[in-house]
């Protein structure tokens, strides 16, 4: 079955940067289009970043562009969200996610999400 495990999260200071990892297993990871959204308490999900099959098209959400950046290493099976210029409204759980097809702009599974990775941006 789907198995996907982030890794990577922690404290940071408002500027500060951090990479998450996402490591999968039980499907054929470079037959799909990968995602990363995050969940801060009593707020909306919100899509953060989205990658196709292959790495060559990526998109984000406004407030991220520029300072976020989604890749892929199909041969280990994982993908990472490298965050820079952090800022306290970054805080949240993020969680990766198959998506449905090969394409950055699928449909997101997002019952196929790991436990998260807390990320908390504070001075």
């Known amino acids: 079955q789907v198995q996907l495990v982030e890794s990577g999260g922690g404290l940071v200071q408002p500027g500060g940067s951090l990479r998450l990892s996402c490591a999968a297993s039980?499907?054929?990871?470079?037959?799909?289009?990968m995602c990363w959204f995050r969940q801060a308490p009593g707020m909306e999900r919100e899509m953060v970043a989205r990658?196709?099959?292959?790495?060559?098209?990526?998109s984000y959400r406004d407030s991220v562009k520029g300072r976020f950046t989604i890749s892929r290493d199909n041969a280990k099976n994982a993908v990472f969200l490298q965050m820079n210029s952090l800022k306290p409204e970054d805080t949240a759980v993020y969680y990766c996610?198959?998506?449905?097809?090969?394409?950055?702009?699928?449909?997101?599974?997002?019952?196929?999400r790991g436990q998260g990775t807390q990320v908390t941006v504070s001075s």
């Open positions: 990658i196709n099959d292959d790495g060559s098209f990526t």
């Open positions: 996610a198959k998506l449905f097809a090969r394409t950055a702009l699928s449909p997101a599974d997002f019952g196929s």
């Open positions: 039980g499907f054929i990871f470079s037959s799909y289009g």
